[in-house]
């Protein structure tokens, strides 16, 4: 009965995240182009690549995020409402100490680099410090109210967390229309506009917490073993942080030093793509993730391990649901969207999503090494492997000058680091590989050959490219055949018989 209950709210959380997710996404695509149009492909650039310096000081804040969610959630599981209470001033006192050190790298080390070292244009550096000082407050914000927003998480509220999300895009629905009318500096403008929607945003979150949860009411608490022991565990996670920021704005530098801002539009874009498309995952994984900590906490070791199995595979056949049609259909995607986009962006959106196809299987597989706690090997191993992006793609951009090769390198290591985590998780809670390999790796393998095969023979026979009824032919065939061989090669019966379960009782309810 209690995974009957766990599986409804999985279902009901991940409906709810879908919805926002919807509504954020279609305001997104729409902002983004006005923006892109509005500020110009250069300015853009600009954007892209000062905030993307602000984003390098992120790995302190991810790895403690990582911790904040875990140990609130493993909190929570064990009904343990003095240690929540704990557990979140602490997180609370830590992460006002890493925005403290976050101003200071930031007005120092990153000023620093942005005025002497970015391949920037000379006229545009006073937008440029204004934007960058407009990025770093906006940052220090979303340091802050992590805590909070994990309390939101962990404790499953997930359709408080969509309501907050349309407030904000709303926002930021106001903030192009002031952006397009107005005739002051429209970057400074836009960085300033973005600065107060993340404040209005950030403080809702806040009071909501202080409203509902009793733990969330801030009263200093200081005890050493517990700082050292949320601190250990996020030193090993900030590790893998520092690789994977290392691995995304590092390449947005390397492509800036080598190409200038032009290129950044294009990866500006990609990675606005990349987010839209992965908001598909994350909110699915969102509303499971707290459950794999939770039933691990309780003890619940085979019902964590079926949770991980599903996340893997759901978020993965999830994901190429919507990302084949992009990848078959990109140049009239992008010229129907934002009319001219940069030089690259296509190559770079399609080489994105092939990486982000294989990182989303390992989503489920870092939570559960997160909920055992035992991280240290696992973060060194596949934080050096992640961050190794970067000088392989130094070294491939110096000898060959292609843009392209930064994401062929990311995808050869987001393979290798799949085959790690999978030894990982062997070792610290005898995950069972095999079975993953069978019924998880091989189905998808299986199902991602039959739909290309398939796809690519019919549309051998069509002559007409390049138009609406095209895209939508192409887009229909695809999901059709993408969802029928989901359900009869990649998954397995009793996922079948649930579905059938859903789908019945759905009939009987209308």
Not at 117 to 133: E, S, T
Not at 227 to 248: C, D, H, M, Q
Not at 379 to 398: A, R
């Amino acid at each position: 009965m209690p995974n009957t209950e766990n599986n409804k709210r999985i279902a009901k959380n991940t409906f709810i995240l879908y919805i926002r997710m919807f509504f954020t996404m279609g305001v997104s695509l729409y902002t983004s182009r006005v923006v892109l149009n509005t500020l110009g492909i250069e300015d853009y650039g600009v954007y892209s690549i000062v905030g993307g310096i602000v984003t390098l000081f992120s790995f302190f804040n991810s790895a403690m995020t990582s911790a904040t969610q875990r140990f609130l959630a493993f909190d929570i599981g064990k009904n343990d409402l003095e240690k929540l209470k704990k557990t979140f001033n602490a997180t609370l006192n830590i992460h006002i100490a890493i925005s403290v050190l976050v101003l200071v790298l930031a007005e120092t080390i990153g000023l620093w680099f942005v005025n002497d070292k970015l391949n920037l244009p000379i006229d545009r550096m006073v937008a440029v410090n204004w934007v960058y000082q407009f990025s770093i407050f906006t940052f220090l914000l979303g340091i802050i109210q992590v805590p909070y927003d994990a309390l939101i998480v962990a404790r499953e509220k997930m359709d408080i967390y969509a309501y907050m999300a349309f407030v904000e895009v709303s926002l930021k629905l106001i903030i192009v229309y002031i952006l397009v009318i107005s005739s002051f500096d429209k970057l400074i403008l836009y960085a300033g506009l973005l600065f107060i929607v993340s404040f209005i945003v950030r403080m809702a979150h806040k009071q909501y917490c202080k409203w509902h949860y009793e733990e969330s009411k801030y009263q200093f608490y200081f005890d050493k073993l517990f700082y050292k022991e949320l601190l250990s565990y996020s030193g090993w996670s900030l590790f893998g942080n520092i690789a994977a920021v290392a691995r995304g704005q590092g390449s947005n530098i390397l492509l800036n030093l080598f190409f200038g801002t032009v290129l950044n539009a294009a990866y500006g874009i990609s990675m606005q793509v990349q987010t839209t498309v992965q908001g598909f995952v994350l909110n699915f994984q969102m509303a499971v993730n707290p459950q794999i900590i939770k039933q691990y906490a309780a003890g619940n070791t085979e019902q964590c391990l079926k949770l991980i199995f599903q996340s893997a595979k759901f978020s993965y056949f999830l994901l190429f649901i919507i990302a084949t049609p992009i990848i078959f259909n990109i140049d009239f995607i992008l010229e129907l969207w934002l009319k001219n986009p940069p030089r690259y962006t296509s190559v770079f959106v399609n080489l994105c999503l092939i990486n982000l196809l294989i990182e989303c299987i390992s989503g489920p597989l870092m939570i559960g090494a997160q909920a055992t706690g035992n991280i240290k090997w696992y973060q060194i191993v596949i934080g050096t492997l992640i961050f190794l992006n970067l000088p392989i793609s130094y070294i491939l951009l110096k000898t060959y000058k292609n843009p392209e090769l930064i994401y062929y390198s990311s995808i050869i290591i987001s393979l290798l680091s799949l085959v790690f985590r999978l030894f990982f998780l062997k070792n610290i809670m005898k995950f069972p590989v095999k079975d993953f390999l069978n019924n998880v790796l091989l189905r998808i393998v299986f199902v991602t050959i039959f739909v290309i095969l398939l796809n690519h023979f019919f549309f051998q026979l069509i002559i007409i490219r390049n138009n609406m009824v095209y895209f939508f032919v192409n887009i229909s065939i695809i999901c059709f055949s993408a969802m029928l061989l989901i359900y009869a090669i990649g998954i397995d019966a009793e996922e079948k018989k649930a579905i059938k379960m859903v789908i019945l009782n759905k009939i009987k309810n209308d």
